[in-house]
């Protein structure tokens, strides 16, 4: 075997495993690491911080489904990427993340920046590690790297002292063996969840994100069909169902439980695939399913199946398999039960049946997602961190197809830009456009010069209403729970003073773009986005 130090060595692996881009941000304990990379298979891409250099590893994650390497410099690095290390762990990218430390042997001496890394990363990430011998730093990088991609996916963490990996190894490097999860259950689990859904009269579906990462779109808008059922996103970041199927019902809120038990209350079976209930930051402390309500959950992440609320049937299996031995389970008992009755609770309709409208009346907002609708590629990608503006987006830019549509999840600010980035990384060849607001895009507005410096050709568009506006939308719901009459909101929720000037911004990091504060600017403004080839920015003057 051939001898080379464990710095070249891991370059060595990442190539047997095919991975072609490491997002990071350099320090001082990295530089052998990433001085033996130079010329390697695996093109470093450069942030200014790391919150961008996870963000566009995770919109990479997302787009290709494969695992994707993050590089950190020590405890300060690492407590700069937490925040969205925590987005990718909820939202399941397999993100692997090496962090570097100045060496085993300074352990003793609690030095500059020294830090249990391990330890910080724990919460935010499924698997952290430490090589701490460099005879096995290539195996403990093939464990890590199959955590990541093992149901359910997420972010590993594994610290790479530089005195370990300064030493010889002769270890090989080989392709990481990734186990096939693709499990189905038993006949008569599925039969015994069949006839539990089937037997209900009002029934419903929550769905999540584990349908996209299982492909399994068709065979849910299938079951949805046979049940009659409404279907409505809980966890849903992607594409999971045809948002212009008439069953499908919406997306449920992300802040106040009691929204979700409105949509629930009246179901009484209720079919649970790809998701965890509830993903709420106030989520409810009763069930919110009535008592007689039978629940099937289907997920190959069987931590999440009865976590909060019991259910009836729990299938830890694999959902597009699942859901396809369950259709014909219902199929065949349609034969003697009949169709289940497509029933909504009030002021929960469905919306292809709402009178149709955008949700916004800014004709500014509204004219740009129009205009871009009518002249944009079919298979435009859109990533859509716009929160309080992205009803114009569902109205305009239904998202309908498989890998063409992505959100924020988990709660982070900032992965608009940087994710859109990583996406275009992922498929050159698709146009990706991304809608983020003006306080989301100040955290990670620094992404811009990465994509300037390596002409990722993504566009940006900020929707600048010089307000953290769903603060002033969720403090409102909060004055009614708590009965104090409406009045100015807190200072803090205003970003206009001074006023950011987007554009200007975005040019001084080598992105050119243009400011739209009036309708008469809309049509223009997207032509020169879409004809532009590399990066663009559009600074969105807007009231919602």
């Known amino acids: 075997m051939r001898a080379r130090p464990g710095k070249t060595a891991i370059f060595e692996q990442f190539a047997a495993d095919g991975m072609t881009y490491m997002f990071g941000n350099p320090g001082t304990v990295e530089q052998g690491f990433l001085d033996a990379g130079v010329g390697s298979a695996t093109e470093y891409v450069l942030a200014l911080h790391e919150t961008v250099a996870v963000g566009m590893a995770d919109g990479y994650a997302r ?10 410099h020590s405890g300060v690095g690492l407590g700069n990427g937490i925040g969205m290390l925590y987005q990718a762990k909820r939202g399941g990218s397999p993100l692997v993340v090496l962090v570097g430390e100045a060496g085993i042997r300074y352990d003793a001496m609690d030095g500059q920046m020294a830090a249990d890394l391990v330890t910080m990363a724990e919460p935010v990430t499924k698997y952290a590690t430490r090589v701490v011998d460099p005879a096995s730093a290539l195996r403990v990088l093939r464990r890590a790297i199959k955590i990541a991609m093992t149901p359910p996916l997420g972010p590993v963490m594994v610290v790479l002292p530089a005195d370990i990996l300064d030493q010889v190894t002769t270890e090989p490097a080989l392709p990481t063996v990734i186990p096939d999860t693709r499990v189905e259950p038993t006949t008569e689990a599925v ?6 859904l089937a037997n209900g009269r009002r029934p419903l579906i929550l769905m999540g994100d584990g349908v996209a990462g299982s492909g399994a779109q068709r065979e849910l808008a299938e079951v949805a069909e046979l049940l009659h059922a409404p279907v409505w996103g809980v966890n849903s970041s992607e594409v999971n169902f045809d948002s212009k199927h008439p069953l499908y019902g919406g997306q449920l809120g992300h802040m106040f439980g009691k929204d979700s038990a409105r949509v629930v209350s009246d179901a009484d079976a209720v079919l649970i695939v790809g998701t965890y209930v509830f993903p709420e930051v106030f989520p409810s402390l009763d069930n919110p399913f009535r008592p007689e309500t039978k629940v099937v ?5 069987a931590y999440e199946i009865a976590k909060n609320f019991p259910v009836d049937a729990g299938l830890a299996a694999d959902p597009k398999l699942t859901l396809a031995a369950l259709a014909g389970h219902l199929r065949q008992q349609h034969g003697t039960h009949g169709p289940a009755t497509t029933t909504f609770p009030a002021g929960a309709e469905p919306l292809a049946s709402r009178a149709p409208g955008p949700g916004t009346t800014d004709p500014v907002l509204n004219g740009f997602v129009s205009a871009l609708s009518q002249a944009a590629p079919r298979d435009l990608v859109v990533f859509d961190e716009a929160l309080t503006a992205s009803a114009p987006l569902a109205h305009h830019l239904p998202p309908r197809t498989p890998g063409r549509f992505f959100q924020t999840r988990g709660g982070s600010l900032g992965v608009g830009i940087p994710g859109a980035m990583g996406i275009k990384l992922a498929h050159p060849d698709l146009p990706v456009v991304a809608f ?4 989301g895009s100040m955290y990670t507005i620094q992404a811009l010069w990465s994509a300037a ?4 050709g993504a566009k940006f568009v900020i929707c600048n209403n010089r307000r953290y506006r769903l603060l002033d939308h969720n403090i409102e719901q909060y004055w009614r729970e708590v009965g104090l009459p409406a009045h100015a909101y807190p200072a803090a929720f205003d970003l206009s003073r001074p006023d950011i000037r987007f554009h200007e911004l975005s040019a001084a990091l080598g992105v050119p773009a243009l400011r739209v504060e009036k309708p008469d600017q809309v049509e223009d403004a997207v032509t020169t986005m879409l004809a532009h080839d590399g990066p663009f920015l559009i600074d969105l003057v807007i009231e919602t």
């Open 191 to 196: 039969a015994q969840a069949a006839q539990l």
């Open 297 to 301: 959950h289907i997920d190959l992440d």
């Open 453 to 456: 410096r390596y002409g990722i």
């Open 436 to 439: 983020t607001g003006d306080g």
């Open 63 to 72: 787009a290709t489904r494969r695992p994707t390497l993050v590089q950190l």
